[in-house]
């Protein structure tokens, strides 16, 4: 086809420019022309390829994907776009023209077969104007709106159908990871993103976390927090808390002595642990040479219900520099170890996150990365006797 090859011709003439010899202007000018006009390029393709659907009724997927290379997912995707941006010819010819990406067109081809059809048709200018100031992900939230707007009957299907894959999966691997799936209905899931996405915030200029990161942070404050607060049910008798075992030789620091372990997940580092123990309930089992329970004593002092309060009104977030968890999220810190003598006094307490609780323990931060003006003076560890 001439018209073809004439566009050959001068894309083989855009490739023999020489980019390093261009001005700044005349290169940025280039790369966002090119990028503009492939999109166009790739409308074209589409309303090409929708076209030879409409002509193929059994199916012209397979073609596409051999004279691609795409893999035969991709090649029905497209096929399916193409055919759904045919009932959609406004939409269509925004990607021709440049207004919007093919890809911000095929998530507004979430409507096709849910709308009726006139309705789409007289809808479709503002389709494009809407468009252009989403982001893809926020025109399939807008989608989802127009359609539940439309018909609630709809939505009612579309989470029935949701509902029924709902699953939670996770998965302790030899690497220390627990990985895991989860496919929940958008409807329920609505709180777990009200509480993780503010949680999941950057905590400071310093916070170097990636989102992702942040997120899976803030999952585990959620947890850390619905344990020590919230009215659990009872299991076995019991309310719900969490056990960690470390044995005598582990305590006293012992070499080669068993590691601290959680109830599910097995060992962990001492750190952890510790930073464990520095809020928690002790107690000391003694078992005989038949493993059988000799006694059991509690250990430490336990925080007070009041000091805890007082702690929290004094210190209001974890006092970590530049982090903002709320004390329902914080661990009451011990500045002076147990170990070493710290006392479980006020000037001795401080609210520290579980993130920040755990670096502590690991020496990563210190009492300068700390926000603790009301101490007053240096804590020197007492002299052990
Ligand atoms: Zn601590
Ligand atoms: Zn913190």
Redesign the pocket.
Known sequence: MELLDRLDALVGELALVQLDALEDGSLRAMAVGVERLAGQLRGIASQALGQIERRVPDGCAWWWRDETGLSGEAAGYAVRRSRDLRSMPVVSDAVVTGEISLEKAAALTGLVGRLDPQLIESFEPELVAGAKDRTVSGIHSWVRFLIAQNSEQDLVDEQAAAEAIRMLQYRLGPDGVVRGRFAIPAGAFEPVAAVIEPLARK?GEHDTRTAAQRRADALVDVFEAAARWMDLPQAGGQPVHVSYVLGAEWAAGQEGAPPAAGAWMGPMTRARAEAALCDARLHRVLLDENGQVRSLEAVNDQITRAQRRAVAARDQS?V?HG?N?PPAF?DVHHLISREDGGPTVLDNLAL??R??HVMWHEGRILLPHLRVPWLRKPLDPPMVA
Do not use: G, N, S
């Open positions: 905590q974890c970590a982090c968890r914080c520290l996150c993130r920040h």
